[in-house]
């Protein structure tokens, strides 16, 4: 963001174009948020800029988020119209997934770039395996009754999603289909968690960054508006495009490629957090 010259600033740009593009079929396809993608990526393209290190992760995470809010909305709208959002279980799994986000934005403000690389890291991988494994994980046959489960599942859901910058799917979808949710109604629901921890994570690390010093100029506490300005339109159109290509294709060797793109991300923000 600061340091570039003309051509370095249109490279920059297309970059983030490029990368809006990517997130936003992904949103769609697999219900994962776009952030999966634009946190390494931005994080990445920060870290070779002049920015202190200890300020680009934040920033990734807090841009991503703030470029999941109309991603989310566009894409859950597209689902919803298939029927495949669940809207008992989104009220349901609501209120946990708020206050999720807005404890990850706050502990944000307390975590350092390699703390929140070493969170980012390591659920991904996990995540990673997970896709990669040719048959879902079941570990019952509906999701549990209880106020207290079900708040904990939504909790952990919203926490991590919010520590990492995602949208909630890539954590929401293989937790739902643990409990024998089918794989497009779990994908269509947590397009529409994304809204919920979007706003709370992103309104908290707007604050947890407020006053920072070091901070590239136009940041709205750790949000980087020219970068979310320059995704967000690519996202917000391609959403639907991926929640189209959702209902007519075979997953399966998409959540493979898709795995190991994860693994290899995993490892590359694990190294540059204990390396």
């Not at 046959?141 to 910058?165: E, Q, T, Y």
Request: hydrophobic share 55%; charged share 10%; net charge positive.
């Amino acid at each position: 963001m600061i340091g570039l010259d003309a051509a370095g600033l249109a490279l920059l740009a297309a970059s983030l174009l490029a990368t809006g593009v990517i997130a936003g079929v992904l949103a769609g396809l697999l219900g994962v948020g776009g952030g999966i993608v634009i946190v390494p990526v931005l994080s990445w393209l920060l870290s070779a800029s002049a920015l202190d290190p200890e300020v680009t992760q934040h920033l990734a995470v807090a841009t991503s988020l703030a470029t999941i809010i109309p991603t989310s909305i566009s894409s859950a709208r597209s689902h919803r119209k298939r029927g495949s959002v669940d809207m008992s279980l989104l009220r349901r799994w609501g209120p946990g997934i708020v206050i999720g986000a807005l404890v990850g934005g706050v502990v944000a403000r307390f975590a350092s770039g390699d703390a929140l690389r070493l969170v980012f890291g390591l659920v991904a991988l996990a995540v990673a395996v997970n896709m990669a494994i040719p048959k879902t994980l079941t570990a019952a046959d509906a999701l549990p009754r209880s106020k207290a489960a079900n708040g904990a599942l939504s909790g952990v859901v919203g926490l991590f999603s919010s520590l990492m910058g995602i949208g909630g799917g890539t954590l929401a979808v293989p937790i739902q289909s643990a409990f024998s949710v089918p794989i497009r109604t779990a994908v269509g629901t947590a397009s529409a968690m994304g809204l919920l921890i979007a706003v709370p994570g992103t309104l908290a690390f707007i604050w947890a960054g407020w006053g920072v010093e070091g901070l590239p100029p136009l940041s709205l506490g750790y949000v980087s508006v020219p970068a979310a300005l320059l995704i967000i339109p690519a996202t917000w159109f391609c959403a639907p495009l991926g929640a189209s290509i959702a209902h007519r294709v075979d997953q399966a060797l998409l959540k493979r490629l898709f795995a190991l793109f994860l693994a290899i991300t995993a490892a590359r923000m694990l190294y540059a957090a204990l390396g």
